[in-house]
């Protein structure tokens, strides 16, 4: 207990800082999940400001973020009462006057500041009736020998809305950080990666990285403070990653599908309907490489919507039933294992394999008998819903798992699949969104990646419009058109009517509306809160061409597959994100004709949505499409799928902006693994505890939130 290590505890209470006490550290705790200093020490700054300069009034423009003013305040005036209540002041340099607004705190302000006094001043301008102004600066009286203290680069945190109203914004954040920083100046946060990684790496240790990314002392600190800690948070994720990949490689040997045989090849020869494009080529002797190597595989597939996974997933399934294994693919939803069912019955004609379905609303007799078949191995494919992975579902010898649209799918679905023969089968995902390779690998973790990066020929790019509401009627005479030479239309709604939104069109009243526009046509309606029978029985009428329009909510968002509908008109555009607009084009363009994607929006639209709706109009590539998409959001803002796909969370370094970095560290935890495979060397100890200490985190970190 005496021999205190010199290094510092980390699990001490935020409430023991200076700054915080126990009101502040229960709205920390409770908002934002920092319970311990090393909690706080690891909340990082969003953005930072340049507090380095002086600006000149007449400098502000449209352009400016942040300024930092000196200038002599004057006309304090108050208006209003209780919530209207307003206080302005003017601040004038030699340059120009810009005034200054407060809603809040208006006493305390008018008390502490005085007119004719010179102040510092710090805030956002923002524009209003061709003037500037900055509402609730940051003020500080002029004291020539104190302003060094504020120079340089200055933190923002995110604070919440509970926690401004408690006066713990992103200021008061910082000094209380200020103390926190005090602390491990004094005694230094244990250093998180092996001396030799830093060294060969050019790194800044951990604790120097984060004391300058809380206060900086200039630029390039701030940049090498970055560059390290996101190094190892994304080091740490391919170790992991890497390391597991390892350990399956070996726990794990494979089904070995040694021939080519007679339902392969009959296939191939009388039944295939074209000729395979190069990249379904391709894709189909990467799986037979790995389904004949003695290992498991494990692969995925991506390749933009229509570019003819299914056909790939039906040829590895032949593989499988040449060599006496039976197969399997589950789809997301009801209505896509059907379709799935449907096309791979007349596909497969009379080639003698046994296909049966499987979902939720299989009936109990049905069931039975399709139980029987696949424990006898009569049947040689089973479709699917998530009905599959149930225990009670018992195969025969199951050699491959085909998994369609793997977004709607969790890794702990994925690995129930696995115990369904003594060894795990060889296993597909299959997947439409497109991501670049490495963030791909980092998602996915393990498995390896196969792209169709070329759609069937013959198909036309689709036109895709944007229109506003207001343009309603000439879009009715459009779709009519449309249907006249023969076509089929969908009308895709964002919500269903239990929403509280009242401003969305709901797709009841849109189903009303269509029937009311078009009464000389048959309309089908389709939503997730139908019941399956009901659900395929309306997806039956539009497939067969007796209903000429469907409108639906998003349920025909994944791999919906109807050749002759090649109008698609997305309703409240505005609303969907993009790669959900992406995929809800790609239910058309699927046949010969020219197909269209009409986007429907509101007047008011925020610039990110305009920019949204505008790449949809220029791209018809889900590969740059996904880009973009990634590239919009934020960090914080990453599709939870992605986040809760990776072995720990990341706090700094962004997958879509930090490809380059993710790539290195992978190069670099490989190379480790190369010479240290179970990380057993000395020098390596801190790797293992601290990849323990990571999963730690985000268990505790899951089951909180
Ligand atoms: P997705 O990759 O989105 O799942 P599908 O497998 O549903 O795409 O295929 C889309 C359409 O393209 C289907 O109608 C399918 O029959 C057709 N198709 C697939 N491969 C080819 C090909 N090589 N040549 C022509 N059409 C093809
Ligand atoms: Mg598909």
Redesign the pocket.
Known sequence: MHNKNKILDTDIDIKFLVGAGPKRAELLQKELNINSLEDLLYYFPYRYVDRSRIFYIHEIDGNTQYVQLKGKLSNCTKAGEGRTARLTARLTDATGTIELVWFKGIKYIEDKYKAGKEYIVFGKPTEFDHAFNIVHPEIEEYNPDNTQREMGLQALYNTTEKMKNNFLNSKALQKIMHSAVQRIIRQPLAETLPAYIIEQNHLLLLNTAIINIHFPKNTQLLTKAQQRLKFEELFYIQLSILQKGKMREQAYKGFVFEKIGHFFNTFYEKHL?????NA?KRVLREIRADVRSGRQMNRLLQ???????????LMAMLMAADNGYQAAIMAPTEILATQHFN?ICE?LGDLGINVALLTGSTRKKDRKTIDERLQSGELHILIGTHALIEETVVFQNLGLVII?EQHRFGVEQRSRLWRKNDQPPHILV?T?TPIPRTLAMTIYGDLRISV?DEL???RKPIQTYHYFDNKRNALNGFLRKQIELGRQVYVVYPLIQESEKIDLKNLEEGFEYMKEAFPEYHISMLHGKMRPAEKDAEMQRFVKGETQIMVATTVIEV?V?V?NASVMVIENAERFGLSQLHQLR?RVG??ADQSYCLLMSGFKLGEDTRKRLQIMVDSNDGFEIAEADLKMRGPGDMDGTVQSGLPFDLKIANLAHDGKMLEYTRHIAAQILERDPQLQQPENNILVSRMEKLKRDKMNWGAIS
Not at 273 to 277: A, G, I, K, S
Not at 303 to 313: E, I, M, P, Q
Request: net charge negative; proline share 12%; hydrophobic share 30%.
């Open positions: 309907p074209f000729e395979l494009t379904q390749g933009d919507v229509g570019s003819g996974k299914t056909l790939v997933a096309s596909l369609d299959m439409a169709i069937p020929p013959g791999g597959n050749p790609g699927r046949g």
